[in-house]
């Protein structure tokens, strides 16, 4: 097989994998019909060791199942094997977890359907040219689109900081807002968020977690239902970071630099 040929054998492989992602993106996004939401499902996977290690495991299947099915090409077969191996990517869950025998089963049926929609893909992928280059091209460009672009919403909102007290009112919040803090090296921080939900609130969630200047994300130690702690090893700007999916009310904050 030439350099040619090569290339667009993997090339083929790697627009099957791109539109399996996009569809799970698509998944999401019907569901809720939420961009901010979507980009967080996004983020979460690039971030995600299982995001790439079922995404190579999709390829590296693929590429044993050919090779097994070359000496007999037979599409029957082929179908077969790509359901087998989306049932055993899942496999060692029941093993080493003794997971459910039906849950991983349900789990499996899920990795089937996946193996047989990325097979569907390679197939469009070897007949059309543009399928394969614009799923390669235009897909990841999406995905970093959207981690990208900030979908953060906010209507009414009023805010009151002091120098350890943030407190926000707001008729609907959706998205993501930053409450920076300066902590010197050594020093350790306990936060208390407290969200207050009005009961006519579309009420889809929220969280908090802590990022700063020299990472996305930092590790919090929580303490309670609403506290968290927080050392610093180096000395810099750090962020408590509130997440609200559609909620309306308030959010009140307070920290304490130990």
């Known amino acids: ?15 099957a994998a791109c539109s399996l992602f996009f569809s799970f993106l698509l998944f999401f996004f019907i569901g809720d019909m939420n961009f901010f939401k979507t980009s967080v499902y996004v983020i979460g996977f690039l971030y995600n060791f299982w995001f790439y290690l079922l995404f190579f495991y999709a390829i590296l299947c693929s590429f044993l199942i050919d090779k097994l099915n070359s000496k007999h090409n037979s599409t029957p ?16 869950f029941h093993i080493y977890n003794g997971g459910d025998v039906i849950i991983v089963f349900i789990m499996g049926s899920v990795g089937a359907l996946c193996s047989l929609f990325f097979y569907l893909c ?17 897909i990841p460009i999406l995905f970093i689109a959207i981690c990208s672009i900030d979908f953060t919403q906010k209507e009414q909102w009023v805010e009151h ?11 609907y919040f959706n998205g993501t807002h930053k409450i920076p803090i300066y902590i010197k090296k050594g020093e350790t921080v306990e936060v208390n968020v407290n969200f207050l939900i009005t009961e006519n609130s579309t009420y889809q969630g929220y969280g908090t977690y802590f990022s700063s200047e020299f990472n996305k994300y930092e590790t919090l130690s929580e303490l309670s239902d609403d506290t968290y702690e927080f050392s610093a090893n180096k000395t810099g ?8 999916y559609g909620i309306e009310g308030k959010i009140k904050t307070n920290w304490k630099i130990k």
């Open 1 to 15: 097989m030439d350099k040619k040929k090569i290339f667009s054998y993997a090339l083929i492989k790697f627009s």
């Open 77 to 92: 077969r082929k179908i077969l094997l790509y359901i087998l191996f989306g049932y055993l990517f899942f496999l060692p």
């Open 122 to 138: 390679t197939c469009i992928a070897n007949k059309y040219k543009w399928f394969r280059y614009t799923t390669v091209i235009i």
């Open 161 to 171: 900081s002091t120098k350890d007290t943030f407190e926000a009112n707001f008729s």
């Open 237 to 244: 700007t750090y962020y408590i970071v509130v997440i609200g």
